[in-house]
């Protein structure tokens, strides 16, 4: 009888080396042209600069895109909800209206401040 985490192992020891491979193989068969362009350093549009400490940096996007990770967990805790609805009875359904009424807080706060504006 063979162990039971062998092919485990062999699934891992696999990906592994499919990716090592991959790296690998594109650092030696890719090509190396270098340019200043290719180089610099991408800042989600904004160019960078030496003199960042001195000047406000906008933190717009960043704000949105946590904004969003709140809520899209909110809709993946609500999907095994629903598909277990009739199981959970009174009690999950108790414990997703407190969930809901906890996430509309900040979803209220947000919405007030201005938070879901993309100017």
């Not at 809520?71 to 009739?86: G, N, R, S």
């Amino acid at each position: 009888m063979t162990n039971p985490y062998v092919p485990l192992l062999v699934m891992g020891l696999l990906a592994l080396v499919l990716g090592l491979g991959g790296l690998l193989s594109s650092m030696v068969i890719g090509p190396k042209r270098y340019n200043r362009i290719k180089v610099d350093a991408y800042e989600c549009g904004i160019q960078p600069s030496p003199h960042a400490a001195t000047g406000r940096f906008p933190v717009k996007y960043y704000i949105v895109a946590m904004t969003f990770i709140i809520f899209d967990i909110e809709v993946v805790f609500l999907y095994p909800w629903a598909v277990a609805f009739t199981e959970l009875a009174t009690f999950g359904l108790i414990a997703m209206i407190a969930f809901l009424l906890l996430i509309t807080v900040p979803f209220v706060y947000e919405w007030r401040r201005g938070g879901l504006d993309w100017d």
